[in-house]
Nanobody
Framework: QVQLVESGGGLVQPGGSLRLSCVTS????????MGWYRQVPGNERESVAV???????TYADSVKGRFTISRDNAKRTVYLQMNSLKPDDTAVYYC???????????WGQGTQVTVSS
């Protein structure tokens, strides 16, 4: 069973930066595409960024140029570097394994990101 543990969230001022991490277990990490998602209470969870097993990244339009997804297969970890944060980025952030564009594993607890002055 795949386990996903997100960390790195916190409170940051607008314009600030955070780096999220997601450590995985129970899967052959290097073979999986991985994605970051976020959810605001009352809204559906949305895709933020996805990185393929080969390292090709795609981003939601709302974060292009500000966020960078990366992976370290040796550490079984996917990262999300978030720069120039805006209040609209406030959400709980989750990672997941991705197959055919769809998150397929059970969700972890996520990590809260709050952007506020």
């Amino acid at each position: 069973q795949v386990q996903l543990v997100e960390s790195g969230g916190g409170l940051v001022q607008p314009g600030g930066s955070l780096r999220l991490s997601c450590v995985t277990s129970g899967t052959i990490f290097s073979l999986n595409a991985m994605g970051w998602y976020r959810q605001v209470p009352g809204n559906e969870r949305e895709s933020v960024a996805v990185i393929t097993s080969g390292g090709i990244a795609t981003y939601a339009d709302s974060v292009k140029g500000r966020f960078t997804i990366s992976r370290d297969n040796a550490k079984r970890t996917v990262y999300l570097q978030m720069n120039s944060l805006k209040p609209d980025d406030t959400a709980v952030y989750y990672c997941n394994t991705v197959r055919k564009g769809v998150p397929v594993s059970n969700w972890g607890q996520g990590t809260q990101v709050t952007v506020s002055s």
